[in-house]
């Protein structure tokens, strides 16, 4: 329970590796409030039936509403907010497109979710993280953006943004006692990417045989490097970048 007292924002956290961060968090003690377009309630309510304190928001973080909402209503509900995890990220829907067939409009949607979404996360919570000096933001990020990939330059892009955006932003709030971290997954076995079996056929192998760990990457093994950032035991860490993926990228 080394969370307990804390409140948590998870993003993008009705499904897949989201709500296993959700899980855990809950888990240590943190009350939960899950934020995503879809499936926000019921993945509350799972929670709460598990005896969890947890709110659920519908909310698309590319809102400058909808971000602003669920920030008023997590203050309105718990009375502070401790920890924001930026999960929400457009990924188990992307199609392999060559660079030169990419849209304006491809562009757009995956930079308004992935980038900006976490952008206005962080601008909406800062105030209040700066207020009680104390608070923890967790970026997810991806292993795609130290390593490349073909075929997904913007999604790659957007996440390779989001790792310069930690660095910058930890240099600013870290006056105020809030750190901010990012953990850079690699190619897991996600709820979200057996939605999506183009890119897992395309991935998989080549990630497994990337690793010091020559094995599948699971949403379990993603939800104890946050718990640890969550923590006091990570006090003393800010503007990193850790990598879950099994010995596949050093950095």
Known sequence: MKLKGKVAI??????????AIAQRLAADGAAI????????????????????????LATDVSSERDVQTMI??????????????????????????????LSVADWRKILDV??????????????????????????????????GAPFLMHYVASKGAVISMT?????????????????????MLSAGNFENPEFMQAQRQAAIASRALPRDGYEADIVGSVSFLASDDSAFISGQILAVDGGSVYH
Do not use: W
């Open 114 to 147: 992935n980038t900006l979404g976490t952008f206005l996360c962080c601008r909406a919570v800062s105030p209040h993280m700066r207020a009680q000096k104390s608070g923890r933001i967790i970026n997810v990020t991806s292993g795609t953006a130290f390593k």
């Open 167 to 187: 660095r910058s932003l930890a240099r600013e709030l870290g006056p105020d006692n809030v750190t901010v971290n990012a953990i850079s997954p690699g190619y």
């Open 72 to 101: 008023d209503q997590t203050i309105a509900r718990f009375g502070h907010v401790d920890i924001l995890v930026n999960n929400a990220a457009i990924s188990k829907t992307l199609k392999m497109t060559p660079f030169e067939k």
């Open 33 to 56: 409030v899950i934020a995503d377009i879809v499936g926000a309630d019921d993945a509350a309510g799972g929670l709460v039936n598990a005896g969890h304190s947890a709110l659920g």
């Open 10 to 19: 998870v993003t993008g956290g009705g499904s897949s590796i989201g709500l």
